[in-house]
């Protein structure tokens, strides 16, 4: 009897451990078939009030607004959806279309993309695997697009029907952070003591966690895992803030199962090992009792390069318009008490530094920067101040001692420094400035602030002028050709009874051979008595009845004259420097008296350069070169007045330290011609050489000019 109540007892005690066993096994299975099990999109339906989405089983919803604000996505995770395709026209509700289609990203899915008829908010409502979606009809969104994406509703449902109990409390703490990696994920789990609804949104290559009513009891990892470069903690008002640093932006997905939030970012083929140790616990716990910030972009006024962005509100109030300006730019804000309006404003893809230029000038408010601080008040308080901060400034002045100080000058002229630093406005009302020209010195009664002013310009305005040394090398060629020549003939005839005689006229020359006077009488004129060839020839009868005299007379003259100066001349930067070369030619003049007075005539080649050195080191020339001849006189009032001829010409070139430049082209030929002799006769061809004489000249003169310039080293 006593065995079978052994027996008895020890089969309770195996059959409780089972009971127990079994009923933990289903549990765990309950608990996680949910999680593992795959959902089925069954409908999608437009109804009076919203758009109704059902399930086979209970599942898990995130819902977020992009950019666009007409724009709602769904997206539900671990869920087909293909027994849907193409878009489903609405029309209704506050609804025009319904786009489902597949969500790839690190955990895919289904995703549903709702367009709106104006930009709304919208509610949700879960129960029994139904999700009811409605439009907030009069209610225009207030939240702009200032990052990826806007705030992240996720939503567990886990209803008490399906699972049997009546789900998990909500969090009250944060009790463990962690990571895992699978193939192309790498998930951050942040765990809790009951269930948490985070709202996410990103910043840059940051992911913004923020979960209210929540403390941090848990331990930031001290190893990250590739692409998480780190993660920080920190309290944002009422809110826990968790900033998951990655190296570059990634794509990601935020759910909320049961106590635990996951974080899924997509890798792909990346090394998903540990990338580096985090910054010492001391560092970290700084870190975790501040809020993250953002570094501010950068402010230009009146050039926009801020980040663009969407706004779209409603008699809204403007202060909190500014603070999500501020969230969106990185900078501190500060507003003035003063500033008060409601605004109605719609900007579609503007840059934010526009938007607040827009919203100030609505407002006739102004702004003022300092470092990465935004104040912002009326026109007339930042106008008062202003007056107040100069007025405050005059008074300092005013209180200050006078100072006097005596400056040398040393290069530039005196009165030219006094000009400059009068138009400067640098002397304070109460300064005085004068000047001594025979010691070139400046005498400045003033505050000490103005006096190093003044100090400071003198180091630019009295320098050293630089010097440039204009050398000029000129080259005149002048070539004459003159040829004369001429003849002299003369014929005798006398009868036999020497009755009558034939000759030439008794007023021209007599020939050597006949003694006769000659018929044509046209020598060369300058071949004259030692110059010139010419040769006679003549004939006479034997009973002297008939003779001839011929006398040819030639000279050509052939002069080249060449002259060539090499004048140098020393001039300062900016100021003219002039070569002359020439004659003064006297003239006769009669004064104002009636007597006669001697004046003179420049005839002359001039070259005037007017250099300037460049901050690059070379050099620009101003070139004026003038040349004059004399032509002859001309009678001006019973004086002969010399006349001349005159080229002229100008040019600015900028040619390099120590090169040189060549003005050439002044060239000038001049022919002449003259003949004399017998009328009709002289023209007749070939014998009419017999009867003139010719005088042919040809003169040239050319003209080179060679400029080299080179600046003058300061010793």
């Keep these: 009897?006593?065995?079978?109540?052994?027996?008895?007892?020890?089969?309770?005690?195996?059959?409780?451990?089972?009971?127990?066993?079994?009923?933990?096994?289903?549990?765990?299975?309950?608990?996680?078939s949910p999680a593992a099990a795959s959902v089925v999109i069954t409908g999608i339906n437009m109804t009076d009030s919203g758009l109704e989405i059902k399930a086979d089983r209970p599942f898990i919803y995130t819902i977020y607004k992009p950019a666009d604000p007409y724009r709602v996505v769904v997206e539900i995770p671990d869920a087909d959806i293909s027994a849907f395709k193409g878009v489903i026209k609405a029309g209704s509700a506050g609804i025009t279309e319904v786009t489902p289609s597949r969500l790839e990203s690190a955990r895919p899915g289904a995703k549903i993309e709702i367009l709106l008829q104006s930009p709304s908010g919208m509610d949700s409502n879960?129960?029994?695997?139904?999700?009811?979606?409605?439009?907030?009809?009069?209610?225009?969104?207030?939240?702009?697009?200032?990052?990826?994406?806007?705030?992240?509703?996720?939503?567990?449902?886990?209803?008490?029907?399906?699972?049997?109990?009546?789900?998990?409390?909500?969090?009250?703490?944060?009790?463990?952070?962690?990571?895992?990696?699978?193939?192309?994920?790498?998930?951050?789990?942040?765990?809790?003591?009951?269930?948490?609804?985070?709202?996410?949104?990103?910043?840059?290559?940051?992911?913004?966690?923020?979960?209210?009513?929540?403390?941090?009891?848990?331990?930031?990892?001290?190893?990250?895992?590739?692409?998480?470069k780190a993660v920080r903690i920190g309290k944002h008002n009422d809110k826990t803030r968790l900033v998951i640093d990655l190296d570059q932006p990634k794509d990601f997905d935020v759910m909320s199962v049961r106590d635990t939030v996951v974080v899924a970012l997509k890798t792909a083929d990346e090394a998903l090992?540990?990338?580096?140790?985090?910054?010492?616990?001391?560092?970290?716990?700084?870190?975790?009792?501040?809020?993250?910030?953002?570094?501010?972009?950068?402010?230009?006024?009146?050039?926009?390069?801020?980040?663009?962005?969407?706004?779209?509100?409603?008699?809204?109030?403007?202060?909190?318009?500014?603070?999500?300006?501020?969230?969106?730019?990185?900078?501190?804000?500060?507003?003035?008490?003063?500033?008060?309006?409601?605004?109605?404003?719609?900007?579609?893809?503007?840059?934010?530094?526009?938007?607040?230029?827009?919203?100030?000038?609505?407002?006739?408010?102004?702004?003022?920067?300092?470092?990465?601080?935004?104040?912002?008040?009326?026109?007339?308080?930042?106008a008062r101040e202003?007056?107040?901060?100069?007025?405050?400034?005059?008074?300092?002045?005013?209180?200050?001692?006078?100072?006097?100080?005596?400056?040398?000058?040393?290069?530039?002229?005196?009165?030219?420094?006094?000009?400059?630093?009068?138009?400067?406005?640098?002397?304070?009302?109460?300064g005085s400035i004068s000047v001594d020209r025979r010691t070139s010195t400046m005498t400045i009664k003033d505050i000490s602030s103005v006096l190093t002013q003044v100090e400071n310009l003198l180091v630019t305005l009295d320098k050293q002028t630089p010097q440039v040394m204009i050398e000029a090398r000129i080259v005149e060629v002048n070539t004459t050709d003159e040829k004369d020549l001429g003849i002299q003939w003369g014929l005798k005839a006398s009868a036999a009874n020497t009755l009558s005689?034939?000759?030439?006229?008794?007023?021209?020359?007599?020939?050597?051979?006949?003694?006769?006077?000659?018929?044509?009488?046209?020598?060369?004129?300058?071949?004259?008595?030692?110059?010139?060839?010419?040769?006679?020839?003549?004939?006479l009868s034997p009973d002297r009845t008939f003779g001839l005299d011929l006398q040819l007379s030639a000279l050509q003259k052939i002069g080249r004259t060449k002259i060539i100066s090499n004048p140098k001349v020393v001039t300062i930067d900016n100021k003219p420097a002039t070569i002359m070369q020439g004659t003064s030619e006297p003239f006769p003049k009669l004064t104002t008296e009636g007597t006669i007075s001697t004046d003179f005539k420049d005839v002359v080649l001039s070259t005037e350069v007017t250099p300037h050195i460049t901050p690059a080191g070379s050099i620009s020339m101003n070139i004026d070169i003038k040349k004059e001849d004399i032509l002859g006189t001309v009678n001006i009032g019973g004086s002969q007045v010399p006349r001349t001829s005159k080229i002229e010409g100008k040019t600015n070139v900028l040619i390099q330290n120590?090169?040189?430049?060549?003005?050439?082209?002044?060239?000038?030929?001049?022919?002449?011609?003259?003949?004399?002799?017998?009328?009709?006769?002289?023209?007749?061809?070939?014998?009419?050489?017999?009867?003139?004489?010719?005088?042919p000249t040809e003169a040239v003169t050319e003209l080179l000019i060679f400029l080299t310039p080179r600046i003058v080293q300061e010793q």
Aim: hydrophobic share 40%; charged share 25%; aromatic share 6%.
């Design 1 to 32: 009897m006593k065995k079978d109540k052994t027996r008895v007892i020890l089969s309770i005690v195996v059959l409780s451990v089972l009971l127990v066993f079994c009923s933990a096994h289903n549990g765990q299975a309950k608990e996680e």
């Design 126 to 228: 879960y129960h029994n695997n139904v999700l009811l979606l409605t439009v907030k009809k009069d209610e225009a969104e207030k939240a702009p697009a200032a990052a990826k994406m806007e705030p992240v509703k996720v939503v567990d449902p886990a209803p008490a029907q399906e699972t049997g109990d009546k789900g998990p409390q909500a969090a009250t703490e944060i009790t463990g952070i962690s990571f895992e990696r699978a193939e192309g994920v790498v998930k951050v789990l942040i765990k809790g003591n009951g269930s948490m609804s985070p709202s996410v949104f990103t910043l840059r290559n940051k992911i913004v966690i923020d979960i209210p009513d929540v403390a941090v009891k848990a331990e930031v990892p001290t190893e990250m895992m590739s692409p998480v």
């Design 273 to 382: 090992a540990p990338v580096r140790k985090e910054a010492p616990v001391e560092t970290q716990k700084a870190q975790e009792e501040a809020p993250e910030t953002k570094e501010p972009e950068t402010f230009a006024e009146g050039k926009y390069v801020g980040r663009k962005i969407s706004l779209d509100f409603q008699d809204s109030d403007i202060v909190p318009i500014f603070r999500l300006l501020a969230d969106i730019s990185g900078y501190n804000m500060v507003v003035d008490p003063n500033v008060k309006g409601r605004l109605t404003m719609k900007l579609i893809n503007v840059p934010w530094d526009q938007a607040l230029d827009i919203i100030l000038k609505t407002f006739s408010l102004g702004k003022s920067v300092e470092g990465n601080i935004i104040r912002i008040a009326p026109l007339s308080v930042l």
């Design 386 to 430: 202003n007056e107040e901060k100069i007025r405050a400034k005059e008074a300092e002045v005013k209180a200050e001692p006078l100072q006097t100080k005596i400056f040398p000058i040393s290069y530039a002229d005196v009165s030219e420094v006094e000009k400059a630093i009068k138009d400067s406005k640098i002397l304070s009302a109460r």
């Design 501 to 539: 005689q034939f000759g030439g006229l008794s007023t021209l020359g007599k020939g050597t051979f006949t003694g006769n006077n000659f018929l044509v009488d046209a020598p060369s004129g300058s071949a004259g008595a030692g110059s010139g060839s010419g040769f006679t020839f003549g004939i």
């Design 658 to 695: 120590g090169e040189t430049i060549v003005i050439g082209g002044v060239y000038k030929k001049t022919e002449n011609y003259s003949s004399s002799g017998v009328p009709w006769l002289m023209k007749v061809p070939v014998l009419g050489w017999l009867f003139k004489n010719e005088h």
